[in-house]
């Protein structure tokens, strides 16, 4: 059974900078797109950064755009996403999901806090 597990959260002050990990294990991580979602306390979860399978292309939400970078190792199993210039709108729970387009098979970590605040 495939597994996702982030790591790397924590308390950083606005406009400094925090790396989050997701490492994959029981699947093939090389065959999926990987992406980081985000959930603040009373809002709807929203996709931060995605990545293809080979990280040849990725995409960021327009909020992130420009501080947020996201990457991924193949041969560890584990995708990053490097916050920069953080906000104290950037606080949420990080979410890292993994998505097989040829199945439609999804995992879902259990996520990581990021707070930013002085």
């Known amino acids: 059974q495939g597994q996702l597990v982030e790591s790397g959260g924590g308390l950083v002050q606005p406009g400094g900078s925090l790396s989050v990990s997701c490492a994959a294990s029981?699947?093939?991580?090389?065959?999926?797109?990987m992406s980081w979602y985000r959930q603040a306390p009373g809002k709807e979860r929203e996709l931060v950064a995605q990545i293809t399978r080979t990280g040849s292309t990725t995409n960021y939400a327009d909020s992130v755009k420009g501080r947020f970078t996201i990457s991924r190792d193949n041969a560890k199993n584990t995708v990053y996403l490097q916050m920069n210039s953080l906000k104290a709108e950037d606080t949420a729970v990080y979410y890292c999901?993994?998505?097989?387009?040829?199945?439609?098979?999804?995992?879902w970590g259990q996520g990581t806090q990021v707070t930013v605040s002085s």
């Open positions: 029981g699947f093939t991580f090389s065959s999926y797109d």
């Open positions: 999901k993994a998505y097989r387009t040829l199945t439609h098979r999804t995992y």
